[in-house]
């Protein structure tokens, strides 16, 4: 087609398009414009809502209520247990069915996940569903009605509450680390995440809408969400009605100490030992944090001891040659903590394992660490929390908990500098403040062998 | 004796009868009513109320107006509130049978206990061919529905599975 006509017709036109244009100049693209932003903040009608915007096509979803197993009593003992069962029992304006399927229509899932201090209802959900999985959310949180057929149905049907409590014997770890907080704590956070055996089949509609009426109620009601516009999120949080605020006064946790064995028998022993450690607003936190990476949270390799990093499996890993499992282990809440280490060893080599664990523990609290030590503690600690905040769902509980219990929210990006900030001597001093406590035991499995709390620490 | 087997046929046509007219107390035409499976409906085939205002429309009907007193004329000449029984006992089950079964799982247990003991009452006095005495026999303004609503409950439940499983 190139004739002599239309190449000077190509030509001035060429001049005119794009391959004559100047190259624009790259957008200059900061990193705090791809920095999810947090929002927070507490609504009129007493919902809290938290939100981190990311441009995730998904957004997750979740209502938190301040009702977790550490504000049951004596009488409703494993309440929230069943709260966590009763996600799927039907609504004001939902039936069972109904939830089920239209979450199903929508592409969604509803999932619900609890802690000794908060019930998570979460969901995943497409942007464009938002509005109607926020109504179902609050149809499970906000609108129960506990139907006696219902309630008792979830008792004794075996997929239901029977199923969670038989899977749970056959953890022995999970009941050691159960064992471990009532041993620290007796009330309060030492209630179990589970609820009893003699508990089945006595809880009755009464007493669970006592309880939700006094614990899903304004101020500890809260909806977050990952991946949404937070003026949209506050739009479908001010549609919320959460039950009007009991004020009774929330009992403080307080570390006591104190050892539990619950020997099931088999082939091992699972033992964990811990002292009182700092509570989530506790500045001690980070540095205990990184204590904690200084006597290793199991191996990074698949099939090693670990004996590299940790320093409790180099000293346990010279007692025995036994195969075995040691930890350190921390868990806070937001007025108490534990700190100290699991271990799992066959009977025979348990004492050995047990006393070298503690043993070491003790060293290293009362000699404290070194800068080396802290350096590479540090490193560990940051790549571990890159790590959780990738999954979603780990950043959504982190979201709740901060929207239910502070007035900021701290971005990933803030922690990794207060992680830096943490030198070597706070890390000694908290070691120092941890190790002036009085140790706690717990023991499963087959007990056999383990020493007890007194003979370790005497 | 010939009397008696008179006034029992007699009773059994008013049952019938009465029966007819109670359930189908909303409906215009009480007669294909009858035929249908429907008067054990009754609450769900109206407009679709919640339970507190179904129930409020009911009380509001009032007690001086011809509906209500021809109602419980019918009432008054059933044979079921002679034996001691109330509407609810008298369900017949049909293909509701599987509802009628679950929503008798799911009533209180005081309930349940009650209406057996009035059914095995009927029963014994049926047997004996006598009825209560005269201040033992329901009474319309008391029989209050028992078992209806949770019928109701547990139709609506099914009917909603079904939508869901046809949509």
């Given amino acids: 087609m190139a004739t002599g006509l239309t190449r000077p017709l ?6 005119r398009m794009f391959s004559a244009a100047a190259q624009p100049e790259a957008r200059a693209s900061t990193s705090t414009d791809s920095e999810p932003k947090c929002y927070i903040k507490k609504l009129n009608n007493g919902m809290l809502v938290g ?10 979803l979740a209502v938190v209520a301040n009702a977790g197993s550490r504000f049951e009593s004596a009488e409703n003992l494993g309440v929230s247990h069943f709260l966590r069962q009763a996600a799927r029992l039907r609504t004001e304006n939902l039936s069972q069915v109904g939830i089920t399927r239209s979450s199903l229509q929508l592409g969604s899932d509803v999932t619900c996940m609890g802690t000794r201090e908060n019930i998570f209802y979460k969901s995943n959900v497409t942007r464009n569903c938002v509005g109607t999985m926020v109504e179902i959310l609050q149809e499970l949180t906000t609108r ?11 008792q004794t049907s075996p997929d239901a509450l029977p199923l969670d409590l038989a899977v749970f014997k056959t953890q022995p770890f ?21 609820a009893p055996d003699h508990m089945l089949g006595k809880y009755n509609p009464a007493q669970i809408t006592q309880y939700v009426k006094s614990n899903f109620s304004t101020g500890r009601l809260a909806l977050v969400g990952v991946g949404i516009c937070h003026e949209e999120l506050e739009e479908l949080a001010s549609g919320f009605e959460p039950y009007a605020s009991a004020g009774s006064p929330i009992e403080k946790a307080f570390y006591h100490s104190g050892e539990l064995r619950h020997n099931t028998g088999g082939d091992l022993s699972y033992v964990a030992v811990a002292y009182g450690g700092p509570s989530q607003a506790d500045k001690d936190l980070l540095p205990a944090e990184i204590l904690k990476h200084v006597l290793g949270v199991g191996p990074h390799i698949k ?20 195969p075995f499992a040691v930890s350190s282990l921390t868990a806070n809440y937001s007025d108490g903590g534990l700190f100290g280490f699991t271990a799992v060893a066959p009977v025979s080599q348990a004492e050995k394992v047990v006393r070298a664990a503690a043993n070491q523990l003790k060293t290293v609290l009362s000699n404290g660490v070194s800068d080396a030590d ?22 959504l509980n982190w979201l709740g908990e901060q929207t239910l219990y502070s007035d900021q929210i701290l971005t990933p990006d803030e922690i990794y500098k207060l992680v830096d900030n943490v030198t070597t001597a706070d890390v000694n001093a908290v070691a120092k403040k941890i190790s002036s406590s009085k140790p706690s035991m717990a023991a499963t499995g087959n007990t056999g062998n383990v020493p007890y709390l007194d003979r370790i620490f005497s | 004796m010939k009397t008696f087997v008179g006034n029992v046929s007699r009773n059994i046509r008013l049952l019938l009868f009465t029966n007819c007219l109670i359930f189908s107390s909303v409906s215009n035409d009480p007669i294909s009513l ?32 011809l509906l209500y007193k021809f109602k419980k004329w019918c009432y008054n000449k059933s044979y079921f509130r002679e034996l001691g029984l109330r509407r609810d006992d008298i369900i017949i089950e049909g293909i509701h049978a599987p509802a009628v079964k679950e929503a008798l799982r799911r ?21 004996m061919k006598t009825v209560l005495p005269k201040e033992e026999w329901t009474q319309y303004e008391e029989d209050a529905a028992y078992l209806q609503p949770y019928i109701d409950e547990v139709i609506r439940e099914w009917e909603e599975k079904k939508q869901w499983d046809t949509a």
């Fill in chain 2, 107 to 127: 009533i209180p247990k005081q309930d349940l206990d009650a209406r057996n003991f009035r059914i095995m009452r009927a029963q014994q006095l049926s047997m």
């Fill in chain 1, 174 to 194: 999970l009941h050691c680390v159960e064992l471990l907080h009532s041993a620290a704590f007796r009330d309060t956070l030492g209630r179990s995440l589970y």
């Fill in chain 1, 144 to 154: 129960q009605v506990f139907k006696p057929w219902e309630v008792s149905d979830l």
């Fill in chain 1, 10 to 15: 190509a030509r001035s036109l060429k001049g």
């Fill in chain 1, 374 to 395: 802290v350096n590479r503690a540090k490193t560990q600690l940051k790549a571990e929390m890159c790590m959780q905040f990738e999954n979603p769902d780990i950043l």
């Fill in chain 1, 303 to 322: 099939y090693s001891l670990g004996t590299a990093t940790s320093q409790l499996a180099k000293a346990v890993s010279q007692s025995t040659d036994h």
């Fill in chain 2, 34 to 65: 009858w035929f249908s499976r429907r008067y054990i409906l009754r609450e769900t085939s109206n407009v679709k109320m919640a339970a507190p205002a179904r129930q409020a429309a009911k009380q509001a009907l009032d007690k001086h107006s």
């Fill in chain 1, 51 to 60: 939100t981190i915007e990311t441009p995730s096509p998904l957004t997750r």
